[in-house]
């Protein structure tokens, strides 16, 4: 798999009802590491995680993926070239876990046998043998399954990049360390870049190897290691934001 990195170049979203979410972004992404972006509710994360596969689009300035602009490219092609998980992960109730996972694959016409290997080397992955789990059906599964099979199915065709906007928040708290766990080994053996929103501090100290605190406008008030964040916040507002959540001990 290709290790890609992402770049924001002064990038500015306004939406059409004059909102501006994002201000003036610049931000790497490098290939290969997770990027937690944190912040109070309304800041612009989400915008800004959405604007790389262009569900939503950038007002102005460039976004590269892997070094090539994504408004150069086609937005269907692009989005299902990037992998694209949320909380709640919508997988298709009246299709099979396979089915699910084998989604993209399928929109791609890939074939049939290169799918079925796919989906068996997928659920394998995410540790949910497909003899056992494949012909099921998502209320068949428990919460933290139905998020394992949202992780193989984004990872369906080995996507350089991966967005996740808080994956794991519906997730029961006890289930969710032990996913993140999983999810983190997962990451380093493919060697993912990952780009995630969380309102968890401690999933972004568990999952990130660096931390984007963001403020309103999308201005990032500090990026860094999840220790550099937690023993030396930048700022009054990064010191609030990590007070708020008992990520600092007083
Ligand atoms: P966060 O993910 O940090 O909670 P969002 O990116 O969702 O923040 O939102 C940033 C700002 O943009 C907020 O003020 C929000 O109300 C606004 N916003 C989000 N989506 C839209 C939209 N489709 N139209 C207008 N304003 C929006």
Same mark, same amino acid.
């Given at each position: 798999m290709d290790h890609a990195g992402i770049t924001f170049d002064h990038v500015r979203k306004e939406y059409p009802?004059? !909102?501006?979410?994002?201000e003036d972004l610049s931000l790497d992404v490098a290939p290969g590491e997770i990027m937690c972006l944190v912040g109070p509710?309304?800041?612009?994360k989400s915008t800004t995680l959405r604007m790389v596969n262009r569900l939503v689009e950038p007002t102005s300035g460039t976004i590269t993926v892997d070094g090539a602009d994504?408004?150069?490219?086609?937005a269907v092609q692009l989005r299902r070239s990037i992998g694209y998980m949320i909380q +709640?992960?919508? %997988?298709? /109730? +009246? *299709?099979?876990v396979a089915q699910n996972v084998a989604t993209v694959p399928s929109l791609l016409r890939w074939d049939k046998d290169r799918k079925q290997r796919r989906v068996e080397e997928l659920l394998d992955l995410v540790g949910l043998p497909h003899s056992t789990? @494949?012909? *099921?059906? /998502? +209320?068949? %599964?428990s919460g933290g399954e139905r998020q394992r099979v949202g992780v193989a199915r984004a990872l369906a065709i080995e996507p350089p990049v991966l967005l996740m906007d808080e994956?794991? @928040? &519906?997730?029961?708290p006890q289930r969710r360390r032990s996913l993140q766990q999983e999810f983190r080994d997962l990451q380093r053996q493919l060697g993912l870049t990952v780009m995630m929103v969380t309102h968890d501090i401690r999933e972004a100290v568990i999952l990130a190897d660096r931390i984007a605190v963001f403020s309103e406008?999308? &201005?990032?008030e500090q990026i860094g290691t999840p220790d550099e964040v937690i !023993?030396?916040?930048?700022n009054d507002f990064v010191e609030d934001f990590l007070a708020d959540f008992g990520a600092i001990a007083d």
């Open positions: 009802d004059g !909102t501006v979410a994002v509710s309304g800041c612009g994504i408004m150069s490219q086609d +709640h992960v919508g %997988l298709f /109730p +009246h *299709r099979t789990y @494949g012909a *099921r059906y /998502p +209320h068949e %599964l994956p794991f @928040g &519906a997730v029961d406008g999308g &201005a990032i !023993t030396s916040p930048a």
